[in-house]
């Protein structure tokens, strides 16, 4: 059995930086290995009672034309056929996205008694398709870069018929995090900067650009652009720290 904070802090850090469990497309990891020679398994219960987390990066009924199409492009580009006619990965990835990352970073029953059980990651935290946010981030690893398409629901009403700027702000803060996260392994946001330029209409489908600009020792950089779908309104611009941290810092050990 898990026996200290400390032991599921390495373990959480591990698959950060490996960037396997937070980020796989992939089911989550069944087993994890508890020492030389030992795994146990947390997650392959038999069905019905397996936890199978919803990937809500994924296309659903409520997504619009505007975000399918976006959406296909850049999925497109995730695997690419050769002359020979084999598949290989393109230039960009999807990335998954689950309202309880940690959970299913290690498909653990463990991690919730260090953890609430009840606690969702905001973006992902209402469930009727196209009431909030609804998006899907892409990352292009060689440019640095990161796309999110993003779909802003009714609920995330602030000025009448616009979205919210605290929901803005959430969204910035959501892909640029993600993005250092990919990039640097686990971090926290130290700073955001934001100057709204003009609104979003609530029901449109946006693009968030995020580019490292650099890497300074524990601090990482970016810039972030929300823009219309064809590049020609610039809603948003921001620019974020973000600072590695230990995952023993988040859990307090
Ligand atoms: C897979 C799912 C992905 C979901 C993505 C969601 C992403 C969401 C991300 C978040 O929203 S995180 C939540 C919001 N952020 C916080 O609550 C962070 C609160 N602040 C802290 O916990 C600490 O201040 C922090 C970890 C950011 C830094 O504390 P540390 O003790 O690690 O660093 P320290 O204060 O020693 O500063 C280290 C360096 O950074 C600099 N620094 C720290 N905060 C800064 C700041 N705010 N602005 C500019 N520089 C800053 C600081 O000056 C120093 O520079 P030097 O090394 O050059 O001397």
Redesign the pocket.
């Known amino acids: 059995m898990i026996r200290s904070g400390a032991q599921m802090a390495r373990r959480l850090s591990a698959g950060f930086l490996s960037r396997g469990p ?2 796989s497309a992939g089911a989550p990891a069944a087993g994890v290995p508890l020492g030389p020679g030992t795994v146990r398994t947390m997650v392959a219960l038999p069905w019905p009672f397996s936890s199978q987390p919803r990937d809500f990066s994924l296309p659903n009924s409520s997504w619009g034309s505007e975000m399918m199409r976006l959406y296909e492009h850049y999925n497109s580009q995730c695997e690419v056929v050769t002359e020979a006619g084999e598949r290989q990965r393109g230039p960009w990835r999807r990335l998954p ?1 689950y309202n309880r ?1 940690l959970k299913y970073a290690t498909g653990g029953v463990y991690l919730s008694k260090l953890i609430q059980s009840k606690a969702r ?1 905001f ?1 992902r935290n209402i469930r009727a398709p196209g009431a909030a946010f609804e998006y899907v981030v892409f990352v292009n690893k060689e440019e640095q870069r990161c796309v999110c398409v993003f779909q802003a629901g009714h609920l995330l009403e602030g000025p009448p018929g616009h979205v919210h700027g605290g929901a803005i702000a959430t969204m910035i ?2 892909v ?3 993005h250092a ?1 990919y990039l640097s392994g686990p ?5 955001l900067n934001i100057n709204y330029r003009s609104p979003i209409p609530l029901g449109s489908t946006v693009l968030i650009e995020s580019c490292l600009d650099k890497n ?4 990482t950089f970016l810039s972030c652009k929300v823009t219309s779908t064809d590049g020609s309104k610039l809603h948003t611009e921001a620019t974020g ?3 590695s ?1 230990t995952v023993g ?1 988040l859990l307090g050990v």
């Open positions: 937070l980020f996205s990352s990651l973006t803060d959501a640029t995090g993600t996260a971090v926290m946001t130290a700073n300074e020792g524990r601090k720290l973000f600072l941290i810092k």
